[in-house]
């Protein structure tokens, strides 16, 4: 949302986290598409004509379904977007060698989105993935910065890059990943490069809003914000902050 507010901040934008059941990494199929489904509707109930699924795991478990199944019946002109396929539509152009690492929940990486979306876009690139399920609960439990997150960003630098020496490009395939990002650089060689997703999904959705003049006029412009969360709303605001950068008031929701 961080990046989205500083690309089009014009825009009304409502914020739901759904911290009681996150994170998502480790849940079945159906559980994340029953989870996001219902974040997706409640959304849909406040207003918003166009929801950002801002999960790579729910992008990768949930998406496509609700677009193809969902939306026809919910209302066929609201639009939910996800951030997987417009990273892997600029991600073989970020590589000089070809190769290309993904770093991702459990979710994200066993359902080989990232593999079937980039060859759909650079069917020359290769894609490298590994899991990291330590990586969220460091971030949530605010031990993302401290001196015993160096194990585990370590380890999984170190299994990714044994997969391939020649990788040049390396992609934070989980919205928590960023919060480690001084510590990933410690751990890779020279000459390899690390990119958040942030900006490229507020540069895809720029472009999208473009195309699509339809969505585009019924997005509201009072340049509100408004923060809602599942869970307790003292404890979320505390989280938000650091991933924010600035500080927010929410208030608890339920979803059925």
């Known amino acids: 949302m961080k990046e989205l507010e500083k690309a089009l901040p014009q825009y009304d934008y409502l914020y739901l986290g759904d911290n009681a059941r996150a994170p998502y990494g480790t849940r079945s199929f159906d559980t994340v ?4 489904l219902q974040a997706v509707k409640w959304l849909f109930d406040q207003g918003c004509p166009l929801v950002i699924l801002a999960c790579n795991t729910a992008s990768a478990k949930a998406l496509r379904n609700i677009q193809q199944k969902e939306l026809p019946k919910i209302d066929p002109a609201k639009r939910v977007l996800g951030v997987i396929r417009p990273t892997a539509e600029i991600a073989g152009n970020l590589t000089k060698t070809g190769n290309i690492g993904i770093l991702g929940t459990q979710g994200t990486v066993s359902s080989h989105s990232y593999i079937l979306e980039l060859q759909k876009f650079f069917p020359d690139v290769t894609v490298y993935q590994e899991a990291c399920p330590m ?3 460091l971030v949530e439990n605010n ?3 401290k001196p015993g997150a160096d194990y585990f ?3 999984h630098i170190d299994n990714l890059l044994g997969y391939c020496p020649k990788m040049d490009a390396v992609f934070l395939a989980c919205t928590h990943y960023p919060l480690l990002l001084d510590k990933i650089k410690q751990y890779i060689p020279e000459g390899m490069r690390v990119f958040e997703q942030g900006s490229i999904v507020a540069e895809s959705l720029v472009h999208y809003l473009e195309r699509h003049p339809e969505m585009r006029n019924r997005l509201s412009t009072g340049a509100a914000r408004n923060f ?3 869970d307790e709303a003292g404890t979320f605001d505390k ?3 650091v ?3 600035k500080m927010v008031s929410s208030r608890r929701i339920e979803l059925l």
């Open 239 to 241: 989280q938000a902050a």
């Open 135 to 137: 990586w969220v609960p």
């Open 243 to 245: 991933f924010y950068g």
């Open 33 to 36: 598409y029953e989870y996001t």
């Open 153 to 155: 960003v370590k380890q």
């Open 228 to 230: 809602t969360t599942t």
């Open 143 to 145: 031990e993302h910065d």
